[in-house]
């Protein structure tokens, strides 16, 4: 199993449609984080859940929301998306406390028609 | 919260070249870390480096942390080096965040 795992890999989905985002990681890792990387902008922090518990929620719209029912999973579900909201979608942990290296996901690629 | 630019932008390179990226943070950090985007998407980590200086290949690192920066040494840059170089960080001072912020990137192409 590799490090942190992304499911889909592409996403195409309507604006009326309810998709979900699912990473898994296989690191021990107690920290997992969500980003948004748009077309032609930095990464962007979305959400942060250290030991299971919602720590950081970075102004996101309540169309996303997500959930980590443990501390190696996490989903973001989408629903009434818009188009704007088409972006590279990345999965990362790391441990909450020591050596804070982040390993990330190869990323979800969604597109909102 | 920190700020973390990058530069320079875009840069190329003809094959065989050498490169210096850098990272100017604004905030004493715990973790910085510098990572390759490939085409697909994926940010590969290269170095996890807050301070100090490490090598892996024809890469190295060197972060000054008392000046606030870092850089990233490419040497004779091949094609598969090829994408965007991102330089993230966390601030010392942001208690209990562990969450990188990330610099705009380094655009590098090199040509045949």
């Known amino acids: 199993e590799t490090g942190v795992t992304q499911t889909p890999r592409h996403l195409v989905m309507g604006m009326t449609n309810k998709k979900s985002l699912k990473c898994e990681q296989h690191l021990g890792h107690n920290a997992m984080y969500w980003y948004k990387q748009s077309a032609k902008k930095p990464l962007e922090l979305m959400f942060v859940y250290n030991f299971k518990e919602q720590t950081e929620n970075n102004s996101v719209p309540s169309r996303f929301s997500p959930e980590c029912p443990n501390s190696s999973h996490l989903f973001l579900h989408l629903h009434t998306l818009q188009p704007e909201d088409s972006a590279l979608y990345l999965c990362a942990s790391s441990q909450a406390t020591g050596n804070t290296e982040a390993f990330f996901g190869q990323g979800t690629r969604l597109t909102v028609v | 919260g920190i700020q973390v630019e990058q530069s320079p932008p875009d840069l190329i390179l003809q094959e065989g070249a050498n490169s210096t990226l850098r990272c100017n943070f604004s905030?004493?950090?715990?973790?910085l870390q510098w990572f390759h985007q490939n085409p697909w998407g994926q940010l590969i980590n290269l170095f996890y480096?807050?301070?100090g200086t490490k090598q892996n290949g024809r890469l190295s690192a060197t972060t000054v942390a008392t000046e606030r920066y870092s850089l990233l040494y490419i040497s004779s840059s091949q094609t598969t080096d090829s994408g965007v170089y991102f330089c993230?960080?966390?601030?010392?001072?942001?208690?209990?965040?562990?969450?990188?912020?990330f610099g705009s990137g380094t655009r590098l192409q090199v040509q045949p």
């Open positions: 480096i807050p301070s």
């Open positions: 905030d004493s950090v715990n973790n």
């Open positions: 993230a960080a966390v601030s010392f001072m942001d208690t209990g965040r562990r969450a990188l912020t």
